[in-house]
């Protein structure tokens, strides 16, 4: 009994040992896992009905987390925010910390650390022409600041991507309070 014991032990041993080979990879249970089909964005695929294989978004949806601003990017679209758009926030949710924070990232560099027109770059003379946000000129108010942070203004760019809707409105709050500090009025952390 013993010796057949060792003889099937022996021989499954063997099996074991003569099934392995170290030139083929061994017997995958999932292979579609390890060895998936590459398919091509937007390819034609059998799997859809309409025959592409990533899906466009429906019409009319809506990012996650994304607000639509329906001002144009326009003239008359600067105007009409300058005349008609106020902050959402109320004076409990500025955040004029998180305002200079983010002003400080995004905006000093070309228009100061307070508003002046006279950030790194307009001083290194890689700009011109930044002016300050108390120049006569520039009535500036919380629309008009708004629609150039998110459509740019002209050499300034859109901050629409990197700035979220709140975040925006902290920048504007903050601009306003940068604003009336350079004119030498009361600042908006006073009215508070």
């Known amino acids: 009994m013993k010796s057949l014991i060792k003889i099937v032990t022996i021989a499954i041993v063997l099996v074991t040992v003569s099934c392995k080979k170290d030139t083929a990879p061994n017997y995958q249970f999932m292979p579609n896992m390890y060895e998936s089909v590459g398919y091509e964005t937007y390819s034609e695929s059998s799997a859809f009905k309409n025959g592409i294989e990533a899906q466009l978004p429906a019409e009319g949806s809506v990012a996650r987390g994304h607000m639509p601003f329906d001002i144009e990017n326009s003239t008359e679209g600067y105007m009409l925010a300058k005349e008609t758009l106020k902050s959402p926030l109320d004076s409990a949710q ?12 995004y905006c000093a560099i070309c228009h100061g650390a307070k508003g002046d ?15 300050s946000y108390d120049d006569a000129g520039r009535a500036i108010n919380e629309g008009s600041i708004y629609h150039t942070i998110y459509y740019g203004k002209n050499a300034m760019g859109s901050y629409a991507n990197q700035l979220k809707e709140e975040e925006r409105w902290q920048v504007v709050n903050y601009v306003l309070q940068l604003k009336s500090e350079l004119e030498g009025k009361q600042t908006v952390k006073d009215s508070i």
């Open 94 to 105: 500025v955040n004029l910390e998180k305002g200079k924070v983010l002003f400080d990232i």
């Open 117 to 131: 027109g006279q950030g790194n770059l307009v001083k290194r003379e890689k700009i011109l022409g930044i002016p």
